[in-house]
């Protein structure tokens, strides 16, 4: 029997799993589009380095950051598309990453989709 697709995931990719570092200041947060996938997205073609947690990448960023993918399975996204599918989706995504996020309010968290990014109440 084949396994199910979760509906949602998020993954921590930075700090590399088992790695402690200092703890993080911000969350940054990959989430990608219709069709896309949480890792692939946000790696070279041809290398298939994932360049959201590669340490030369990260260099140019602050030391205290935590990097996140948020995956979906968008194919039941993908079947009925529709604005009001789509908005209650995004609702859905929206609330597991803030469940996730509990106890976490003191950090700031940006979300990068695709070629955009955006801050919550900004």
């Known amino acids: 029997m084949k396994a199910e ?7 921590v ?3 590399p799993p088992g790695e402690t570092g200092s703890k993080p200041r911000i969350d940054i947060i990959f989430v990608h589009g219709l069709g896309g996938d949480n890792l692939k997205t946000w790696s070279d073609k041809e290398s298939g380095k994932q360049w959201i ?20 399975n968008t194919t039941n996204v993908m079947l009925n598309v529709n604005p009001v599918r789509i908005a209650i989706h ?13 106890g976490a309010e003191e950090r700031s968290a940006d979300y990068f989709r695709d070629s955009q990014s955006w801050r919550p109440g900004g």
Not at 5 to 11: E, K
């Open 5 to 11: 697709t979760p509906r949602y995931t998020l993954d």
């Open 90 to 102: 995004s609702k859905d995504l929206l609330e597991k990453l803030l469940i996730k996020r509990l």
């Open 53 to 72: 947690s590669d340490p030369e990448f990260l260099q140019t960023w602050e030391s205290d950051v935590r990097v996140l993918t948020l995956g979906y």
């Open 13 to 15: 990719v930075y700090p």
